[in-house]
């Protein structure tokens, strides 16, 4: 799924997205807590992301699985890590875990609620709030080693 959905992102196929989530979709970070009850509400979500990742010329966003268990039959709790790549593979920002619930439906798994810790750089936070970003200040990067 995280793959399936990356490549969604980066394509820009909302379709080939929208159909690993589920409504109501939950998204937190730091900064907010945002209850996503129509496609509409997630397509705000996925064109803020897109946005995100043009303004900072986003090359990748690599995505580890750490865990994934069985909480019961219909319901799955996931972690990842996600690490935002610049071209040259530059590190935008520090890596962050994602922890994420996917629930059994008529349409197989979706992704129900995702918990980004994401303290860098507070753009990305934005995003998934769905606001679009801005040209970035000054924008956090270091090289990956």
Known sequence: ML??????????????????????LIIETF???????????IERVFDAM????????????????????????????????????QSGDVLLGRPYPVYSLLKLSKNGWQIQFCQYAVDEPSQLNDALAGRKTKTPRNPAASSIT
């Open 50 to 85: 897109r946005a995100f990742r043009s303004v900072h010329a986003v090359k990748a966003i690599v995505r580890e699985n750490v865990a994934a268990d069985y909480i019961d039959a219909d319901t799955i709790a996931a972690t990842h890590v996600a690490r935002v790549l």
């Open 31 to 41: 900064e907010s807590k945002r209850i996503l009850q129509t496609r509409r509400d």
């Open 3 to 24: 793959t399936r959905t990356g490549d969604a992102m980066a394509s820009g196929d909302f379709d080939a997205f929208i159909k690993h989530f589920t409504t109501p």
